[in-house]
């Protein structure tokens, strides 16, 4: 550890931004496409649903096989520096009567040096149907620097309820159902989800409204397209890209009149691969470190 990075962390062991901060950044990486995590979720101004329309296997932009990977990185004063990993992998299994469905896995977590700070441990599971990407179940298990979230959904399609068990530090443990709507997914599907998104039928600068479900609330929140643009990447090149912004909710993290950015390729993969935002207490940035079992070809990299 170089004396710099060590002066920090002491400074940060007694005086740290709010530990949601940390939380975020691995989160944001979790689900990295559209901002969805707990801390980074903004309200819809709109309350209608996207369609959710069924995808011909071979234009859906991932298969069984893909892996990502991420690096978060985390600026405070004279601090810079990585801080976690994340990942999402997808695979296939048998639902019920045989029905293949996805089953993916997303997984955060900070690195050991942060780990003697604030230790995050993110784990999401969906598993949801590969036609239309809407969840059949889902579970979470998070634990954030002594915060521990456990949840386990089961989707109702008739009614578009969810059947929750959910368990956090500050609730306990709860069982309740909750009421959802077509649109309605959990972080993982969501993701999923977005890439699959008609973008030549979506306008610039325009709210989009969808719906997911956390713990023991459903919540409503729109994202926006604001057009195309070239993007570096550190350590993996260079990318045709789609930027995307949203402008989060005042809380423990945001200020509320900042947005967020994110790209993605700009091809049929959809790959997010940069995010970056101001939050209350420094600034937060993910970036895209590994990629393999792609279903399409790469080309939105230019170098």
């Not at 050991?112 to 579970?139: G, H, Q």
């Not at 195309?228 to 045709?240: A, L, N, P, Q, Y």
Request: proline share 4%.
């Amino acid at each position: 550890m170089d004396s710099l990075t060590a002066t920090c962390l002491q400074a940060m062991s007694s005086d740290r931004p709010s530990p949601a901060v940390f939380r975020a950044l691995l989160m944001a990486l979790v689900t990295a496409f559209c901002l969805f995590s707990s801390s980074f979720f903004l309200m819809a101004q709109q309350q209608e649903c996207l369609p959710v329309r069924n995808i011909p296997q071979e234009e859906c932009a991932f298969a069984p096989g893909e892996r990502l990977e991420f690096s978060v990185r985390y600026i405070w004063g004279i601090l810079d520096s990585e801080v976690g990993t994340a990942s999402a992998e997808v695979g296939r299994v048998s639902g019920e009567n045989g029905v293949p469905l996805f089953h993916c896995v997303a997984q955060g977590r900070t690195s050991r040096l942060f780990d003697m700070f604030f230790k995050v441990r993110e784990r999401f599971e969906s598993w949801f149907a590969m036609n239309n990407m809407r969840p059949v179940a889902s579970t979470r298990d998070t634990y954030e620097g002594g915060y521990e979230a456990r949840n386990t959904y089961s989707w109702n399609r008739l009614d578009e309820t969810i059947d929750a068990q959910v368990y956090t530090s500050r609730l306990g443990d709860t069982s309740l159902v909750l009421a959802g709507r077509e649109c309605t997914f959990d972080l993982v599907s969501l993701f999923y989800f977005a890439r699959n998104l008609d973008f030549p039928n979506f306008m610039e600068n325009v709210k989009y409204p969808i719906s997911f479900a956390i713990d023991d609330a459903v919540y409503n929140l729109y994202f926006i397209i604001l057009g195309k643009e070239t993007k570096k990447i550190k350590g993996v090149g260079t990318f045709r890209t789609i930027k995307f912004a949203a402008r989060m909710v005042a809380g423990e993290v945001f200020n509320g009149d900042t947005d967020m950015y994110i790209w993605v390729t700009d091809d049929r993969n959809r790959i997010p691969v940069y995010f970056e935002s101001p939050i209350k207490v420094g600034a937060v940035s993910g970036r895209i470190t590994g990629f393999s079992g792609l279903k399409h070809p790469l080309d939105s990299k230019i170098d």
